[in-house]
């Protein structure tokens, strides 16, 4: 059913790709996948899958939906929900992105050393290299007291196959809890 307008999603925004030669298991950079999901975005808000999408975003839960899919890079739309995080975890070998389609989440990324917060709002975006540690949750909007799902679309390259989730410990170290093989994006905790 996605086949023709992801093809078109794809045939848009990879034509500028340039393979790089890379220890990384992926063709695509960072920067591929910052203009896919800033393209993945526009088509959620032109209406491009509102035939996949639901009518009203559940308030109470999270809720994702699979754009794109394709050996290289799978694509995502994500609503987040107050009070629901993700637990600090990574992509395995994967790299990603996103971008913030509407309302505002918060992330919390292991340094190395201590968590630091950021906050990302509605237009902002993000990459994840290999190794990004990191918790996400919904946000407030600035300056709005309504507590709207937050949309935003992520893209993973190579498709995401597992995650590993980690906890700070006393001493102040990062530890692995556990990891899942999964193709599910931002795990909710
Ligand atoms: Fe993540």
Redesign the pocket.
């Known amino acids: 059913m996605l086949s023709g307008l992801t093809a078109a999603l794809i045939f848009r925004t990879l034509p500028g790709v340039c393979p790089v030669l890379s220890a990384l298991p992926t063709r695509l950079r960072p920067a591929d996948l910052l203009r896919i999901t800033d393209q993945g975005a526009s088509d959620v808000l032109d209406g491009r899958f509102d035939s996949v999408l639901p009518a009203t975003y559940p308030t109470d839960e999270r809720w994702s939906a699979r754009l794109h899919s394709d050996d290289d890079l799978d694509v995502w739309l994500i609503s987040w929900v107050p009070d629901r995080s993700?637990e600090l975890?990574d992509?395995a070998g994967s790299i990603?992105a996103l971008t913030v389609l509407s309302g505002s989440v918060a992330e919390l990324r292991w340094t190395g050393e201590s968590l630091r917060h950021r906050r990302l709002d509605a237009g902002d975006q993000a990459s994840?290299p290999l190794g990004w540690v990191?918790d996400?949750m919904w946000a407030p909007e600035p300056a709005s007291a309504a507590r709207r799902p937050t949309l935003s679309v992520h893209a993973y390259s190579p498709p995401l196959t597992a995650m590993s989730y980690y906890e700070v410990t006393q001493q102040g170290s990062l530890r692995r809890t556990r990891s899942e093989l999964t193709d599910t994006?931002?795990g909710d905790a």
Do not use: D, K, N, S
Request: proline residues 11%.
């Open positions: 993700t975890h992509h990603g994840f990191h996400v994006p931002e």
